[in-house]
C-alpha cells in the first residue's frame, strides 16, 4: 500500500488559503523580517554546533599536534572521542521533551547552549584523553535540547508561506559551522604547539554564545502559550509577525482559531505519557516514520565523509595532511551552496517525490563510489582514486535535497503539537544511536574491510528506498493544523466542524457590532 496523502478540503485549508493570498514577501514586512532575522542566530543557527563539531574531528586527524598529544588514535579509541558526543545525545534525550513541554521552547535552548558552553570550554582545557571524552560528552548532553527546542519553535513561529524553508535553512546551517571549522583546522594544522587544536576547540563556544545572547529578543510560540491557557499573548504574538500589528487580521483570527480548536481536540484525545506514541495506529505510524528518518540520515553514508574523510582519503592514495584538509574545507562549502539552494527550493515540491528522488541519486552514487574504492584497491590508479573522490562530490547534492533539506519540516508536519517534541527527540534518539554506531563502528569497518564496508551501505540505502515508497505520506502545501490528524479522518472532520463553529462566531459578533454601531 502507497503511503497516504492529505485530504483536500474547502475548509480544512482556510488558513493555507488565506497565506496564498498574501502575495506580500516577508521582506517588505517589518515586523516578520524582524522576527526572521533574530531566528537565525537563535533556532536556525543551531545546527552550526554540530557542523563545527562534525568538520573539527575531521580536520583534527590531520591535525599534527593533536594527534601526537592523543598519541595517534585510531580504530575503536577514534570512533570512541567521536562518538560519545551522540552518546551523550542519547542519555538526556528522554528528559529533553519535558523541558520544552514544561518550560518552553526558548527555554529547551538556552538550557542547552548553557551545557555545550560548558562543555566546549573543557574540550578546549582538556589534558589528556579522559577529559576530552568527557568534554565531547557534555556538548552531547546540550545538543538535543537546543535542536528539539529550535526546531519547533521555528515551525511553530513563522508564517506559514516561509515555515518549510525556514526549517530547511536549519539543517543547512550545519555547513556554516562545518566551513568554520574546516577553515580553522586548514589555519592551525601546521602549527606546533596545542594551540593547534584547541583553537578550533574553542571557537565551538561561538554558536552558543549567539543562541544565548539573542533568544530573549524572540518570542515564545504562540501554540506552546496556547496549550499553557496564554492564548492573548499567543494572539499578539501572531498579530504581530503574521499580521504586521493588525488585531482585527482575518488570517490572524482564522490561524488562532484552527490553533486553538486543534489543540482542544488534541488535549482531548491525547494522554501526557511516551504511550501516546504508541496508542493508536495514527501515532504508531508517525513513531515510525521518525525512528526511521533518525536512521536514514545517518545510515546513508554521509557519516563516512563527516567524520572519516581523512581516512576515506588515505584509502584511495591521498596521504599528504595539507590537500586531505584542503579537500575536506572544499567538500564543506560546496555542500554549504547546494543544501542552501534546496532549501530555498526544494520546499516547493511534494516531499514524497523529493525523498524518492534524492535517495534514489543517493544509491546511485554509492554504488559508484564503491566500484571506484574497490577498482583502486586492485589497480592503484590515479583515475579511480579522482573517481572516488568525483563521487563524493556528487553524493553531497543527492543526500541534501532529501536528508538535510526535507528532515526538520517534515518531521514538524508529521507529528502534531502534543506529542511533537517527543517525535523530534525520538528522530534524534534513532539518529544519535544511529551517529553513534557508525562513530565507532565506520573506523574499525574502514580499517578491516576497507572498500568493502562500503557494500552494507550500498544494500541499507536500497532498503530506504523502498521504506520511504510505503512509509511516507506526502505533507507539502499544508499548514501544521491541518496536518494535526493526517492519519484520524473523523477526528479531523470534527476539526474542520469546530473551527467553522468558532470562526461563524466571530463573524455573527463582527455583524452585531457594526449593526450597533450604525443604530448608534
Known sequence: M??????????????????????????????????????????????????????????????????????????????????????????????????SDHLGRRMAIVFGSVLMVIGAALQTASQNFAMFVCSRLVLGFGIPFAIVGASSLIGEL???????????????????GSIVAAGITLGTFKMESNWGWRIPSLVQIVPSFLQIGFIFFLPESPRWLIAHGRGEEAYEILAKYHAEGDMDSEFVKAEYAQIERTLDLEKEVAKTSWLELVATSGMRK?????????????????????????????NVGVTDNHTKNLINLALTCWGFVNATFFA?????????????????????????????????????????????IAFIFLYSPAYNVCFNALTYPYLVEVFPYHVRAK???????FGRMAAFFNQFVNPIGLANAGWKYYISYCVWIAVELLLIYFLFPETA??????????????????????VEEDLGDQVEKRDDDEAGTKDA
Open 423 to 429: 517525535g523530534i527527540a525520538v528522530f534524534q534518539w
Open 344 to 388: 530555498l527550493t526544494a520546499s516547493r515540491f511534494n516531499r514524497r517525490t523529493v525523498y524518492l528522488i534524492g535517495t534514489l541519486a543517493i544509491l546511485l552514487l554509492f554504488t559508484g563510489w564503491t566500484v571506484a574504492s574497490s577498482n583502486y584497491a586492485m589497480t592503484s590508479s590515479d583515475a579511480s582514486s579522482r573517481a572516488v
Open 286 to 314: 508517525r513513531l515510525l516514520i521518525g525512528s526511521l528518518l533518525g536512521l536514514f540520515t545517518q545510515w546513508s553514508g554521509n557519516g563516512l565523509t563527516s567524520y572519516y574523510l581523512a581516512r576515506i582519503l588515505d
Open 2 to 99: 502507497v503511503a497516504p496523502t492529505v485530504a483536500n478540503d474547502a475548509a480544512a485549508d482556510l488558513v493555507s488559503r488565506l497565506a496564498a493570498q498574501d502575495t506580500t514577501p516577508w521582506y517588505k514586512k517589518p515586523n516578520l523580517r524582524f522576527l526572521y532575522l533574530v531566528l537565525m542566530p537563535t533556532c536556525i543557527g543551531v545546527e552550526m554546533t554540530s557542523g563545527f563539531d562534525s568538520s573539527m574531528m575531521n580536520g583534527l586527524q590531520a591535525v599534527d599536534s593533536w594527534d601526537k598529544f592523543f598519541n595517534s588514535p585510531r580504530s575503536t579509541l577514534l570512533g570512541l572521542m567521536s562518538a560519545i558526543y551522540s552518546l551523550g545525545a542519547i542519555v538526556v534525550l528522554p528528559l529533553v521533551p519535558w523541558v
Open 477 to 498: 502545501h499544508k499548514t501544521l493544523e491541518e496536518l494535526s490528524f493526517l492519519y484520524e479522518t473523523d477526528i479531523q472532520k470534527e476539526q474542520v466542524k469546530r
Open 158 to 176: 513563522s508564517h506559514p508561506k516561509e515555515r518549510a524553508i525556514l526549517g530547511s535553512l536549519f539543517n543547512s546551517c550545519w555547513f556554516i
